[in-house]
Structure formats: structure tokens, C-alpha cells
């Protein structure tokens, strides 16, 4: 059987994006919808959900087998759960050492270590986009208000932010105004970033709205998984941080709920850019 005939399994996280997935797969052969144990689907309902531990990752991918599945892909945020060593069955202890190996370098390792650990038990790995094109938007303006030269000027100075941090491992998202770096993204997210920026005192130069959220893959990412993504919740955080835009990189940035998130842009006086990398 091949990846094309056999079933799909969504190994979800937070957010929207798995339930995306899943609804657009129904339309062909079921998928598999899976959670981390404590890490609940949102927006499940009634869908059957395989539950699954770390500490039981060979079982899971038996499972898996199980049910017909030849391809996996990983949507949505996830959170390093706490590993109880009692629990390991001897199988997948075994892959331990080089698991732990991996996350000593940084989150993109830790991906790619997972990646190769699925691929090594016979799946096939895609990305979210190879399912929903649509979801990675081309280059242009999405909605009715466009960014000034000193936006675009920000632009170019958050895109070089980001790769700096990427190339560390560090985050995906940085918010430039007028030439200042006013926060980046580190462990914590693009929320909590935006969100410690509601409160950030404001030099009389630099007034609101003033400033851009820019979001890019790292360099070098896997983008089989954990690219970034924006959607209405992320507009939201922007305006309320006193931002007059947000900008992403094109063919690099989930857009998650694209009408919504374009009409609370429009409403909410923001400019969205999908921009071409240069």
C-alpha cells in the first residue's frame, strides 16, 4: 500500500490548524485525528481521537499501522510534556539517548530527530501545505490597507532580525518600529511576545499604531512542520499592542482562517503583507 492509499494520521497540536487538516481530508479516505495525552484537540467534537504518550512512541506507531495509516502530518503548537521514565516500554527506550541528544540543540533538532523517527517506521512525512495549499499565501497586499516605505523599511530590518534569531534556533517572529527592535520571539511565543508589548513604555516618537510583527521559517527549517502561523487571534494581539501591521514571509507562514483573519485586519485598520523573501 502506498502513502497515496493508505490513510493519514494528524498528530495535532493547539490551535485551529489540526481541525483544518482534518475536515479537509474528510473528503477523502478518514484520517486518523491524534493527541499528546493532556494536550486536547481543539474543536474535536465527537471525532474518535488516538491518544498517545512519548514514553510509548513505538506502541503509537503500531498503532498506527494498525489502522491503515502511510502518512502523518504534525499541525499546531505543542509544549514539551514531562516524561515519566516508568513508563517507557523498552522499545522505545531505546530511543531515548538519541531523542535527548537532539533537544540538547534546539527545537528545530528536536523536529528533525522526530521526523526521521516516523520516517524510520515506515511513514511518509508531509507538510500542512501539501494538503491545503491555500494555506500559504503569495506575494501581495491580503487586505485593504497597505504598508508605508518606512513599513517596508521595518520590513527589511525585521526580516534580518529573524534569520539572526532562526539561525540560533531561537524563534520565528520579531516587531520592528521605525528601525527599533521592540521584541522577538523566544520559547515563550508570538502571544506572550505581543502581549508583554501592551504595557511597553513608548518613546514620543514612536506613536500608535507604529510598527510591524514580522514572521519567517528559520533558515535552514524543516518546513514539514512548525512553520509559523497568524490568524484572527494574532491580528487581535497586534492591534491591541499598538501595531499598524503584520507582515510574513510568502510561502513560509501558515494563514490560518483566511477571510476572518483578512476582514479583522481591514476592521481593525492593519496592513497584512505577504512578502516576498528577497
Known amino acids: 500500500m502506498t502513502a497515496a492509499e493508505g490513510r493519514t494520521a494528524v498528530i495535532a497540536g493547539r490551535g485551529r490548524l489540526p481541525m483544518l487538516l482534518v475536515e479537509a481530508l474528510e473528503a477523502g479516505v478518514a484520517p486518523v485525528l491524534a493527541e499528546l495525552e493532556g494536550f486536547p484537540v481543539e474543536g474535536a467534537a465527537d471525532r474518535p481521537v488516538e491518544r498517545f504518550r512519548l514514553e510509548r512512541l513505538v506502541p503509537f506507531f503500531d498503532r498506527l499501522h494498525e489502522l491503515g495509516v502511510t502518512r502523518v502530518v504534525f499541525a499546531g503548537a505543542v509544549r514539551r510534556p ?7 516500554d523498552a522499545r522505545t527506550a531505546a530511543l531515548v539517548p538519541r531523542v535527548l541528544a537532539a533537544m540538547q540543540a534546539g527545537d528545530d533538532a528536536t523536529l528533525r530527530a522526530v521526523i526521521a523517527l516516523f520516517e524510520e517506521a515506515g511513514f511518509a512525512v508531509d507538510a500542512a501545505s501539501a494538503l491545503v495549499p491555500a494555506l500559504l499565501p503569495g506575494p501581495g497586499v491580503l487586505g485593504a490597507h497597505a504598508p508605508s516605505e518606512a513599513d517596508a523599511a521595518d520590513a527589511v530590518r525585521a526580516a534580518a532580525i529573524v534569520a539572526a534569531l532562526g ?15 521592540l521584541a522577538v520571539e523566544a520559547l515563550p511565543g508570538t502571544d506572550a511576545m505581543l502581549a508583554g508589548l501592551v504595557a511597553l513604555p513608548r518613546p514620543e516618537t514612536l506613536p500608535r499604531p507604529a510598527g510591524l510583527l514580522y514572521k519567517a521559517p528559520k533558515p535552514g527549517q524543516d518546513r514539514r512542520v512548525d512553520l509559523p502561523a497568524i490568524g484572527p487571534a494574532t491580528v487581535a494581539a497586534a492591534a ?20 476572518e483573519t483578512v476582514a479583522a485586519a481591514d476592521a481593525a485598520g492593519l496592513f497584512l503583507w505577504s512578502r516576498a523573501p528577497l
Open 82 to 88: 514531562r516524561l515519566e521514565p516508568a513508563l517507557f
Open 167 to 181: 539561525a540560533v534556533d531561537v524563534g520565528q517572529g520579531a516587531v520592528v518600529a521605525r528601525g527599533l527592535c
Open 240 to 259: 491591541a499592542a499598538g501595531l499598524g501591521g503584520i507582515v510574513v514571509e510568502a510561502g513560509g507562514v501558515l494563514l490560518i482562517d483566511r477571510a
